[in-house]
């Protein structure tokens, strides 16, 4: 054992198995006899010294719980960070404040759980201080790279499958067109997983740009075989070719300033307008990231909970703990930070799908 006490954050957006990923941390300090620190509220609650022990009975009864029970945030950024200032808000570096925090109530190490933007701050904290650090991939976008799983996929996997079961009964027997709009940013992982699952006639996303005839093509195929209904899944982030992406919103003062939404809705309206079908549009929201997670991001949760400490101990950091070939490994987070994975458009789901009839739009 190399570090005697332990902080634990997790920032970002929410995602199931949070909870699995913070007990399995915990529990694995307890076995070794290290203090853990819940920081609360993401990198704000390190900045702003909000930092508590963890105990057994902390953790107790929250494996299948979803959200964090440290809280999070993604705004929150300590090398460039948001202080009220008479005329509103200055940004300031407050990084050694929070290595100060740490150092006070003598926490050694730090295990971050996170995305993308969570894991390039984590990094800062390793180059700049050498503060030893622990990434855990987390998102339900699946779009780190180095990992088969970020944990939390499965989940929204799942729900928007069981989404589309629910859709295909009521659009059959309306004999309607009906869009389920996922999540999954700017990479297609969700739409692409949910779509096969749940027998979607057409699957788009953001990595391959659509043609609207190719989808209304589709449709009119359906109708002439007797099939007088269909189901679409679309990616948040789904885009015609030529076109660009659907902004719901511009978010100033927010680590991700675009906060996209509103491409089901547009396609429905198109399809209505030239289709001979009526069609509506499901937003699936953030209905894929509430709740409890599956037993499959359980047991990846707890896995890289475990790992997590495991490399610690072992001096394996500034890495991130990752799944390759069904077994946990260490992979520097440089390798990770900054390199969106996105969904390969010959991607053996793609072929397959396109054996079995399914319209990616292009
Ligand atoms: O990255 C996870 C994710 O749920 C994306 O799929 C989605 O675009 C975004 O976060 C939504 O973020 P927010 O919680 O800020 O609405």
Not at 11 to 26: K, M, Q, T, Y
Not at 115 to 121: A, M, P, V, W
Not at 198 to 209: F, K, R, V, W, Y
Not at 329 to 353: A, F, M, Q
């Amino acid at each position: 054992m190399r570090y005697k006490s332990v902080g634990i954050l997790t920032g970002g957006g929410d995602c199931p198995g949070l909870n699995a990923v913070i007990r399995g941390i915990v529990k694995t300090c307890l076995h070794f006899g290290i203090q853990a620190w819940g920081i609360k509220d993401g990198f704000g609650g390190l900045v702003e010294n909000r930092i508590v022990p963890l105990s057994s009975q902390d953790i107790s009864g929250i494996l299948h719980r979803g959200g964090t029970i440290l809280g999070t945030t993604n705004r929150d950024n300590p090398f460039h960070y948001p202080m009220q200032c008479k005329d509103g808000f200055a940004y300031a570096d407050m990084s050694l404040q929070a290595i100060r925090n740490l150092t006070e109530k003598g926490i050694e190490a730090l295990i971050v759980v996170g995305g993308d933007g969570t894991l390039y701050i984590t990094n800062e904290f390793y180059q700049k201080y050498d503060l030893p650090v622990i990434g855990i991939p987390k998102t339900i976008d699946n779009d780190l790279p180095a990992t088969e799983r970020t944990f939390g996929f499965d989940t929204a996997v799942s729900i928007a499958t069981e989404a589309l079961d629910r859709l295909h009964t009521t659009a059959e027997s309306h004999h309607r067109v009906m869009i389920l709009e996922v999540m999954g940013r700017y990479a297609g992982w969700i739409a692409l997983h949910a779509g096969l699952a749940g027998g979607a006639d057409c699957i788009l996303i953001p990595e391959l740009p659509y043609m609207m005839e190719s989808v209304l093509h589709k449709i009119q195929e359906r109708i002439t075989q007797g099939k007088r209904f269909s189901i679409i899944v679309v990616a948040e982030g789904a885009y015609p070719v030529g076109g660009e992406m659907t902004i719901a919103r511009v978010v100033e003062g927010s680590a991700e300033k675009i906060r996209l939404g509103g491409i089901g809705n547009k396609l429905a309206y198109i399809i209505e307008e030239q289709g001979q079908l009526e069609a509506r549009c499901t937003v699936l929201g953030h209905l894929q990231r509430g709740g409890s997670p599956t037993a499959y991001d359980r047991i990846l949760a707890t896995r890289y909970g475990v790992a997590a400490v495991e490399a610690l101990n072992n001096g394996n950091i500034g890495c991130m703990v990752a799944l390759q070939n069904d077994a946990i490994t260490c992979v520097s987070i440089e390798r990770v930070v900054g390199k969106p994975y996105n969904v390969p458009v010959d991607h053996d789901l793609i072929k397959k799908g396109r054996f079995i009839g399914i319209c990616f739009g292009d």
